[in-house]
């Protein structure tokens, strides 16, 4: 089984946020350059270590769910999770429920390229 590692995560969400905010129009990081670089930094760690430690959980939990929609509540937990990002953050503004729908679409993008980790075959001594 191959899973998301930690850092690849803690990486892709900065730069998926940073993606977003250049492409999307209703979302924006106000303050000066430094308030934008600290804002984009920590938001995407804390997104990142949600989508690393939180999200699976969701995921499960939500299990029965996804069949039953086809998927969709895998677009609706994502859409939670950034608009939480938003509360967390008052300096990052995404407005309108389009523009969330796009920042997750944008973050889920950047994720497909996160580095898998792959776990490694167990060595039996040989007889």
């Known amino acids: 089984m191959r899973t998301k590692s930690l850092l690849g995560c803690i990486i892709a969400s900065p730069i998926?946020?940073?993606?977003?905010?250049?492409?999307?129009?209703?979302?924006?990081?106000?303050?000066?350059?430094?308030?934008?670089?600290?804002?984009l930094i920590f938001a995407g760690i804390v997104l990142g270590l949600i989508n690393f430690?939180?999200?699976?959980?969701?995921?499960?939990i939500t299990f029965p769910?996804?069949?039953l929609t086809l998927g969709l509540i895998?677009?609706?937990?994502?859409?939670?999770?950034?608009?939480?990002?938003?509360?967390?953050?008052?300096?990052?503004?995404?407005?309108?429920?389009?523009?969330?729908?796009?920042?997750?679409?944008?973050?889920?993008f950047v994720n497909l390229f996160i580095p898998k980790k792959k776990k490694e075959p167990k060595m039996e001594p040989i007889e």
Do not use: C, M, R
Not at 81 to 103: A, E, K, M, N, T
């Open 53 to 60: 430690f939180i999200k699976p959980i969701i995921k499960l």
């Open 65 to 67: 769910l996804k069949y």
């Open 74 to 108: 895998g677009l609706i937990i994502n859409i939670v999770i950034i608009w939480v990002i938003d509360l967390l953050f008052p300096s990052l503004h995404i407005q309108g429920l389009l523009s969330l729908f796009l920042v997750s679409i944008i973050v889920w």
């Open 16 to 39: 998926a946020l940073f993606i977003a905010t250049l492409i999307v129009p209703n979302v924006w990081i106000e303050g000066g350059t430094s308030a934008y670089v600290k804002t």
